[in-house]
């Protein structure tokens, strides 16, 4: 099955500076990298996500790139301000199919 | 618009006991997914139902059963609860088994 690791476990930026997440997969059939944001004590909240035929996706302040051959992506999140601070999970699926598998998540710590 | 909701919030049982959680998806979307959250760690797949359908299972004993009722709601069962069964249980609709929202979560405490 599909495996997924994610680094760093624990991240803190000053704030304004650029925060950098990356994501290994292990099954080449996986082609749906959704990312989630989690609060603490509320929902993973889906933030950005990328489908394997194309590269690079941005919304705003974020944006996420894919590298199939290597078998990783990563959230990018510029500009970073203090409610930017959450756990943060990456996950990857055969878009279509019924699993998600989700990395072990970054605590990411916006400095003020 | 409303997201997805489930219930109860919290819930406290003991061991042996059991347990049925409640979901129900953003209107319109037909798929409910259950996941099982340990603290510290990332959600892990239980169950995805599309179409009152079973369209996946995840690594998790039988002790775990779901259903999918016709207005799309759903319902995740746990017998025999153990101690290591106390986590956040999601739930997470989708259009058709495509993007995931998240709902609330049920907080479990198995004593």
């Known amino acids: 099955g599909e495996n997924v690791e994610q680094h760093p476990s624990t991240l803190s930026v000053q704030e304004g500076d650029s925060a950098v997440i990356k994501c290994t997969y292990s099954?080449?059939?996986?082609?749906?990298f959704p990312w989630y944001k989690q609060e603490l004590g509320k929902r993973p909240q889906l933030i950005i996500d990328?489908?394997?035929?194309?590269g690079e996706k941005k919304d705003q302040r974020i944006a996420v790139t894919l590298n199939k051959t290597a078998k990783h992506f990563s959230l990018h999140i510029t500009e970073t301000q203090p409610e930017d601070s959450a756990v943060y999970f990456c996950?990857?699926?055969?878009?279509?199919?019924?699993?998600?598998?989700f990395g072990t998540g970054t605590r990411l710590t916006i400095i003020p | 618009d409303a997201g997805v909701t489930q219930s109860p919030t919290h819930l406290i049982k003991t061991r042996g006991q059991h347990v049925t959680l409640r979901c129900s998806p953003i209107?319109?979307?037909?798929?409910v997914s259950w996941y099982q959250q340990v603290l510290g760690q990332g959600p892990q797949f239980i169950f995805q139902?599309?179409?009152?359908?079973?369209?996946g299972r995840g690594n998790f004993p039988d002790r775990f059963s779901a259903r999918q009722f016709p207005n799309y709601s759903s319902e995740l069962n746990v017998n025999a609860l153990l101690l290591g069964d106390s986590a956040l249980y999601l739930c997470a609709s989708s259009l058709f088994t495509d993007t995931q929202y998240f709902g609330p979560g049920t907080r479990l405490t198995v004593l």
């Open positions: 990328i489908r394997s035929n194309v």
């Open positions: 099954d080449s059939a996986s082609n749906y």
């Open positions: 209107s319109g979307h037909k798929s």
């Open positions: 139902y599309y179409e009152k359908e079973e369209r």
């Open positions: 996950a990857a699926s055969n878009f279509g199919n019924e699993k998600l598998t």
